[in-house]
């Protein structure tokens, strides 16, 4: 709707100008900015409404519905804390795991591996972001976690028992398992973007540092500071992706509301939560409980986007000249 | 339409074959179309579902009246009763004093079929179906019995060698009709969980790890031994599990099937006939297997509409007489005459514009 509005508009002002070749610009800009329009209308759009629907409980809640541990539909009482917490932590082991491999991937992908070398696993990359979400959750759910529960978690347990976050039984099925999932899942994003941002850089940096003398490995190190604010980027996305990423975490996080004090522990995120609880809430609290949850990650990803752009800045010292910052 | 345009000898077919299977529908329905037949909507829960819509299609050959229903969830039914956005909402918990105190107008609750909730475990090598009281469930799902060769467990199984291992309880993650069964049995039979869990679809579980529908929690309990899991009769019956036979309140270990469900439902008609919502579980019949519970039809109790309420009232008697029969196949419990005949008493308060709806019989 917005777009034919304002190419109308822009249409008749345009009317008034002499000559043709100003109303297709005008038009064309007219339209382009109601497409950016519409997307910051969205995001209003969503916070207003998660506000509205979370106002019942945010009034009779208040406050401490951020730090609260408890979740009791029974009671109505309704405390976010354990899906925050379960949210950060699957995200945080997500990044965690998947950095290092991504990145590890892209240098080679961009600096050693042949150009089809580097093609065919760009496409096989692809794929993997292509595969929907719950196929995810099904692999992790039937191979993944009766791998963890037999061989990995027991060992875990054997040898690092003795720190907190690796005690506990080995069920198969908790953080660990929704963290390995989700690294699995915003791979390809970083892998992707970091490949391409690292083939962005200028060739002539990785001259100078090899005719100064720099090995291969010093050379690419220089590269890769390049190329850090797109690489940070990169990372940016996919946590992204990890704070909000529902069904494939719901199969295999244990769903309690129990706060996780280890990685094998159960827990829940903040969107498995919702999609768990949404369709079966009868009470109007525990409605709107739930969609002040909603708001909550809405308000933790901003945080998080805004923290993750300060690092970027910090990292980079305020430089903007390298190739596609973030 | 483009298909119908195409010039290939299939395509052409294919229009004979859907213009004959049209021509055959309405004809069909031809009679009842003199009818003046009603479009009923409903939304709800999704346990009943595959009943609800071999009902309505049954329905709609007979008579012509069509029900479009939505299985969106208990929650989303019972909101949008409350905004009256359908004609009947569908509930597999049945609203309690305060919620109906929420309504705009009061609403009638009229159970359809029953269901139960079996407890399905793995223990490799054990051979006979294991046993339990109701005290075992309840014990197991607070965390206080955490060893299959418990005391309490192994008191009800006699001759049976239990393992030292550790017992993991399953429980389902999302809100369900199950679960509002399945703990308002661990809240009849234990005082403990009635006060500190207490009930609802879901609810703070003190123990285990969830898993989502019964197909998380049925995944989990197979790959996972030492576990213990709930999950509907029917989904166990399908898939063939061995479960749980649990200790009835007449103190018999009942096996849980279709037969001793509507036992359940039975043992607890007295109470129904008073308030159609008290819960059937822990069912004083001695045949009855004792975590069961039934589904639920809300229909507002003045119909504002009077073809409309006339034609949900003539829709759930025949739901209670014709209907019942169609439960066995699709793994539902139908009800006991004693409960038939309840509904039918509370089809003669439905009204509209403060006439009654159905005539006394």
């Known amino acids: 709707m917005t777009p034919e509005r304002s190419v109308g508009t822009a249409g008749a002002m345009s009317g008034l100008r002499p000559r043709p070749a100003f109303r297709v610009d005008d038009v064309y800009r007219g339209l382009l900015m109601a497409a950016a329009g519409v997307v910051f209308l969205i995001v209003f759009l969503i916070a207003f409404e998660s506000f509205m629907g979370a106002r019942l409980s945010m009034k009779t809640i208040g406050w401490s519905f951020l730090w609260s541990g408890e979740w009791d539909p029974v009671a109505d009482h309704y405390g976010a804390l354990p899906y925050v917490i379960g949210t950060l932590s699957t995200s945080f082991l997500a990044l965690l795991l998947a950095v290092p491999l991504g990145v590890g991937s892209a240098v080679y992908l961009a600096e050693l591996a042949s150009r089809r070398l580097g093609a065919v696993v760009s496409f096989v990359m692809e794929l993997l972001a292509a595969i929907p979400s719950i196929v995810f959750g099904i692999w992790g759910f039937f191979v993944l976690a009766p791998v963890l529960r037999t061989t990995v978690e027991p060992w875990l347990i054997e040898h690092f028992g003795f720190i907190p976050l690796f005690s506990g039984a080995p069920f198969g099925i908790g953080i660990l398992n929704a963290g390995i999932i989700l690294a699995i899942m915003i791979v390809p994003t970083i892998v992707s973007i970091s490949r391409e941002v690292l083939l962005a850089t200028p060739k002539s940096l990785r001259e100078a540092s090899l005719a100064l003398g720099a090995t291969q490995a010093e050379s690419i190190g220089v590269a890769l500071d390049a190329a850090k604010p797109g690489i940070l980027g990169a990372a940016i996305l996919a946590l992204g992706r990890a704070l909000g990423e529902t069904m494939a975490v719901t199969m295999v996080i244990g769903n309690t509301n129990r706060i996780p004090t280890s990685l094998l522990d159960p827990g829940a995120t903040m969107a498995s939560v919702i999609a768990n609880e949404f369709t079966e809430a009868t009470s109007p609290i525990y409605l709107s409980a739930l969609i002040q949850i909603a708001l909550v990650l809405f308000l933790v990803t901003i945080v998080m986007n805004g923290l993750a752009r300060l690092l970027v800045y910090w990292v980079t010292g305020g430089r903007s000249d390298t190739a596609g910052a973030a | 339409m483009t298909m119908f345009r195409s010039k290939a000898p299939a395509a052409r077919l294919l229009r004979g074959v859907a213009m004959l299977a049209m021509t055959l ?337």
């Open chain 2, 25 to 361: 529908t309405m004809g069909g329905t031809m009679p009842a179309c003199a009818a003046k037949p009603v479009n009923l909507t409903g939304a709800g829960a999704t346990f009943p579902y595959p009943i609800y819509s071999k009902w309505f299609d049954m329905y709609h050959q007979k008579t012509g009246t069509q029900v479009n229903y939505q299985s969106i969830g208990s929650g989303g039914g019972i909101q949008q009763v409350k905004a009256g956005t359908v004609d009947f909402g569908a509930s597999d918990a049945p609203l309690n004093d305060q919620r109906m105190g929420e309504m705009p107008k009061p609403v009638v609750h009229f159970p359809t079929v029953a269901g139960a909730v079996v407890l399905a475990y793995n223990l490799p090598g054990l051979k006979a179906p294991l046993r339990m009281t109701s005290d075992v469930v309840a014990g197991i799902y607070l965390g206080k019995i955490t060893k299959w060769n418990d005391k309490a467990i192994a008191a009800a199984n006699p001759g049976v060698t239990l393992p030292a291992q550790a017992i993991l309880p399953v429980y389902r993650s999302d809100g369900s009709g199950t679960t509002y069964i399945f703990v308002s049995y661990l809240s009849a039979v234990s005082k403990e969980w009635g006060t500190t869990v207490g009930v609802n679809t879901s609810v703070s579980w003190p123990a285990g790890i969830g898993g989502k529908g019964n197909e998380g929690v049925s995944g989990l309990v197979r790959q996972t031994p030492g576990s213990i899991g709930y999950v509907e009769l029917a989904y166990a019956k399908q898939n063939k599990f061995t479960v749980a036979h649990l200790q009835n309140a007449a103190g018999r270990f009942v096996e849980p099937t279709l037969a001793s469900t509507t036992a359940a439902a039975n043992g607890a008609a007295a109470e129904l006939a008073k308030d159609v919502r008290t819960p059937i579980v822990n069912s004083p019949d001695p045949d009855a297997y004792p975590i069961a519970g039934l589904t639920f039809l809300l229909v507002t109790k003045d119909q504002a509409n009077a073809a409309k309420g006339r034609a949900i009232a003539s829709f759930i008697e025949w739901a209670m007489t014709e209907g019942q029969e169609q439960a066995a196949d699709l793994d539902y419990a139908r009800l006991p005459e004693s409960v038939v005949n309840v509904n039918m008493t509370n089809l003669l308060s439905l009204t509209s514009a403060g006439k009654p709806l159905v005539a006394k019989r």
